[in-house]
């Protein structure tokens, strides 16, 4: 038998070995006209591809497989995944497992979970390739190679192990080199790469020699075992697949590696002798695949050795070759062939010196790229980067004729080496053409181009489009490479100063583009607030950009960002980035389904700035369909309540606004009850709101309770609406809300001075329930704390008492009850109950009892509560104002200055011990000028002096000394 060594187009004919070969292809050599010609054919190719009939044949599996071929088929099928999780049941039922099984299961997860198919050849870039699980996928074959060197399955592993270097770990790298001629990190990633493809591929080849030897050795029997076993098919297969990766691997190396000329010129020229004697040029039909490959690598390599004719005939084969597949999913693996055909047919021209024919084909290649490939960027791009190529090429050899450059021929050989291209108009207008096509067209240009600009320089006065395309490639580069993002500042001041410059209107949308690279910079920088602002100016500014969504998109992404990160510690700016720049995406996109979720966002955010009744107008306008809907309603009636709270604190003498906001606030609840029929109806049409669609449960009391409040607010006068909406209401679907219940009801009962009902309300619920009274009474009883303290700020001292004597009976009762179940109360939730009764004791006019419990609380915290604690804080100051209400001036400046001294200065504590102890000062008839100058000094730091509420106590102590002091000289 004849020696098999090369046998990569070796069929298996019979059982004594016959085999046969195809002769390499002739050249055929062509002008210009043919080429173009071509060229013009190649437009119909997908109209003639479509009318082809199209076959899928079906996987058959052969009676009998031996493990490579059984795991083949597993792995076209897709069934990786299945056999995983086979092998881990067998594991967890205690069932003995193959090791090399199980780790070539866990590499196949890893080419899964790194979105890379087992079977299908890399033609593209593909997203959300993660290298480190490829990398981890081929650790497992080295591993399994070393460790078991006589295993059958050891051809597979090393050919796989190959394929993960030349196309799962960067097969971008290996794109750019094919599709862009560009320099830069992706040769020394081919370079490494197909290095070590050549390595494994160089032993597999070897080992492959040896196994036919041993075939050779065979006698008939054994022969036919073989065949009918699927192993000589599956050898033979692998030899042919082996034999042209390895040539593959052997040009990607020869190109990418520091060779003198002289080797390259060696390496090429065996490669393409190699090509030539394996047959594969030409092929009988069925086999387009690998003839196509196999004429392609002639091509480049016949290009790179100056031999320009036989290239152009190459690539044009191969054109021909691939309008004979019928199949379409093999004419979709093989589109990026097709493509770097047509490239090498230009470059073969452009080579040869025939500048103005090169040209001439890319315009016609650019009109089929646009036609047949529009929704393919590469295609246009790696075009139009070619043009640029020539174009610079074309220059160059000018100027050579005119005697400006002596080494023109060197300088073209790799003609956008140093980019020297970004200097050159002719070369930008060809790439400025595909980059106005789309913002995809731009963004692969970017990416495709990061690595060649990643060390040039920004020059001072860049040409506008070749300062977009250096700030875009950077940006391109830093985010696949994080060390890449220091020269990120270079950048962004760069598109700084060109932006503050004027801008021609025939360069506004190259101007928008650098605005929205400027956003982007920012944003892989951190500085996500300038970068909303940029990106959000853009959307607004610049209607028809085409970058306009994306930004908007983009900057409501990165403010959005900022606001969680940020959490309740928001600036007021960063909300009102967010809110501008939703407020756009709104205006830009109104039919995006994230639309109502992003109005309710809006308003949440105004509502956290304290714009609540901007607030309320963008909560008002969430479709009432949506599911944001029932919060916006919340939202809303919580709006207006806050915003009738802080116009009372503030009240003026606008009528006229105060009118308006409450026939607002009145619509708002109109609204609201339109929307939801529960909120309208009387206790004793309850049962008929069963039929009708409605909130339930907390969500249902939520926005009960929320428009009693809103409806119990003063300046409403709509307190027997509010007292209606809580008699519905008793805390079973959600009795965390009981206590708000009864406050509401409370409240709404003692507007309307029905006091005696609303002390029963308490009763009533120590009654029914009293194991859960006490959350109520406790929540009851913080409400009526925070009550008599709004009411005390709003200066109605005589509410306030009243409160207060209401809220020192459910003190009492809550204390009593506190004392029957220990149990149920924290220690520190007891305190904090006993702090609220004694401020209740004070603020009724108890002043003596309030002393007597707030010493009490005190010398039962000794030790217990941290000196700085707010409660602890609290209980001192309730102590003095208990002791200058019993006329104890003197022991209540000792506990004012101590509070004083150990509060942050302007706090709230520090506000209310600063007041207390000029109070004491003036009843112990201090000198009234020395206490008017504390004031008069403090409102010179601050001039709000704490807030309303303190202001107005220290306006009426100011009047008073400033009386006191007037009367002197008559008294004296």
């Not at 000589?232 to 190396?253: I, K, M, R, V």
């Not at 040029?281 to 790179?304: D, I, K, S, T, Y």
């Not at 790799?414 to 790439?431: I, K, R, S, Y």
Request: charged letters at 25%; a negative charge.
């Amino acid at each position: 038998m004849m020696d098999r060594r090369s046998t990569d187009c070796v069929t298996w004919a019979s059982r004594r070995g016959r085999y046969w070969r195809r002769g390499s292809s002739t050249r055929c050599a062509g002008d210009e006209r043919h080429f173009i010609g071509t060229v013009c054919w190649l437009v119909l190719l997908p109209i003639l591809l479509a009318a082809a009939p199209s076959t899928q044949p079906g996987l058959i599996l052969p009676e009998v497989v031996d493990d490579i071929v059984f795991r083949e088929a597993l792995r076209a099928r897709g069934l990786y995944v299945w056999a995983e999780a086979v092998g881990a049941e067998a594991a967890a039922n205690g069932e003995a497992t193959d090791e090399i099984g199980r780790q070539l299961r866990r590499r196949e997860r890893l080419l899964a979970d790194a979105g890379v198919l087992p079977t299908a050849t890399v033609t593209g870039p593909a997203s959300g390739r993660d290298p480190g699980a490829v990398q981890q996928a081929s650790e497992i074959l080295a591993r399994l190679i070393a460790d078991h060197p006589a295993n059958p399955g050891r051809y597979r592993w090393m050919y796989e192990l190959a394929r993960d270097y030349l196309e799962r770990t960067s097969p971008a790298a290996f794109e750019r080199r094919l599709l862009y001629e560009l320099p830069g990190r992706d040769r020394e990633v081919v370079r490494d790469l197909s290095g070590r493809a050549v390595d494994v591929l160089t032993g597999l080849r070897r080992q492959i020699a040896d196994a036919w030897k041993s075939v050779e050795e065979l006698d008939e029997a054994e022969l036919v075992a073989m065949r009918d076993a699927g192993s000589l098919a599956a050898l033979e297969t692998l030899d042919a697949q082996s034999a042209a990766l390895l040539g593959w691997a052997q040009l990607h190396y020869t190109l990418a590696a520091d060779l003198d000329e002289p080797r390259r010129q060696a390496a090429l020229s065996e490669l393409l002798a190699e090509v030539q004697r394996s047959g594969r040029l030409e092929l009988p039909a069925g086999r387009e695949f690998e003839q196509a490959g196999a004429l392609l690598m002639a091509a480049v390599a016949e290009r790179h050795l100056g031999l320009h004719d036989q290239a152009d005939s190459r690539a044009r084969q191969i054109i021909a070759v691939l309008g004979r597949i019928a199949d379409k999913s093999l004419r979709d693996r093989l589109r990026q062939t097709a493509l770097v055909a047509v490239l090498e047919q230009i470059r073969a021209v452009r080579d040869a010196g025939r500048y103005d024919a090169a040209l001439q084909a890319i315009e016609q290649a650019r009109q089929w790229a646009i036609k047949s490939r529009a929704d393919e960027p590469a295609a246009l791009v790696s075009v139009s980067l070619l043009e640029a190529s020539v174009q610079y090429a074309k220059q160059q050899a000018a100027l050579a004729a005119e005697g400006g450059v002596s080494n023109w021929k060197a300088a073209v050989k790799q003609p956008t080496e140093g980019v020297a291209w970004l200097h050159t108009a002719a070369c930008l207008t060809a790439l400025e053409k595909t980059a106005r096509q789309s913002p995809a067209h731009r963004d692969l240009m970017y990416a495709v181009l990061a690595p060649a600009l990643a060390g040039v320089e920004l020059p001072e006065n860049p040409h506008l489009f070749a300062l977009q395309l250096l700030a875009g490639a950077a940006i391109a580069d830093a985010r696949e490479n994080p060390s890449a993002k220091d020269r990120l500042q270079m950048v962004i001041a760069a598109l700084r100063a060109r932006l503050a410059r004027p801008v021609d209107n025939r360069d506004a949308q190259a101007a928008g583009e650098l605005t929205y690279l400027l956003g982007a910079a920012l944003a892989l920088t951190g500085a996500d607030l300038e970068a909303v602002r940029f990106l959000t100016d853009l959307a607004e500014q610049n209607a028809d950009h085409d970058r306009g969504e994306s930004a908007i998109r983009q900057a409501v992404a990165l403010a959005g960002r900022e606001l969680r990160r940020a959490g309740g510690q928001a600036s007021p700016e960063s909300r009102s980035a967010f809110v501008r720049a939703a407020r756009v995406m709104r205006q830009r996109v109104p039919d995006d389904p994230n639309v109502p979720g992003l109005t309710y966002a809006i308003g949440a955010t105004l509502e956290s700035d304290g714009r609540f009744e901007e607030a309320a107008g963008e909560y008002a306008a969430v479709p009432v369909g949506s599911e944001h809907a029932l919060d916006a309603a919340l939202g809303r009636i919580r709006c207006w309540r806050q915003a009738l709270e802080r116009a009372a604190v503030g009240k003026g003498a606008d009528d006229g606004a105060t009118s308006s906001r409450i026939a607002d606030a009145k619509a708002a609840v109109d609204a609201v009850r339109e929307q939801y029929p529960f909120l309208s109806e009387t206790a004793s049409s309850v049962a008929s709101a069963a039929s009708r669609p409605a909130p339930t449960g907390c969500d249902r009391a939520r926005l009960l309770l929320a428009t009693a409040e809103l409806l119990n607010h003063p300046e409403m006068g709509m307190s027997q609406a509010a007292a209606d909406l809580t008699m519905r209401f008793d805390g079973a679907d959600c009795p965390e809300l009981l206590g708000a219940a009864l406050r509401s009801r409370i409240l709404a009962l003692r507007q309307l001075r029905r006091l005696a009902e609303a002390r029963a309300v308490v009763e009533q619920y120590l009654r029914a329930d009293p194991e859960h009274a006490g959350t109520a009474m406790a929540g009851l009883l913080q409400s009526m704390h925070e009550e008599t303290i709004a009411l005390r700020n709003r200066e109605d001292a005589a509410a306030a008492a009243s409160v207060a004597a209401e809220a020192v009976q459910v003190g009492q009762s809550l204390l009593a009850w506190a004392v029957e179940r220990p149990e149920r109360l924290r220690p520190s939730d007891t305190i904090v109950i006993r702090c609220w009764y004694a401020t209740a004791l004070l603020n009724s006019g108890r002043a003596a009892e309030a002393l007597t419990a707030f010493e009490q609380i005190e010398q039962d915290t000794r030790g217990v509560l941290p000196d700085n604690s707010g409660t602890l804080t609290e209980i001192r100051l309730g102590k003095a104002d208990a002791l200058l209400e019993t006329g104890e001036a003197g022991p209540a400046l000792e506990v004012y200055t101590a509070v004083w001294q150990a509060c942050p200065e302007h706090s709230e504590p520090w506000w209310h011990a600063f007041v207390g102890s000029l109070r004491c000062h003036a009843r112990q008839g201090s000198d009234p000028a020395v206490i008017l100058q504390s004031i008069r000094q403090q409102r010179f730091l601050a001039p709000d002096l704490g807030g309303p509420y303190w202001k107005r106590e220290l306006t009426r102590l100011e009047e008073a000394l400033t009386a006191r002091l007037a009367s002197r000289p008559a008294q004296e």
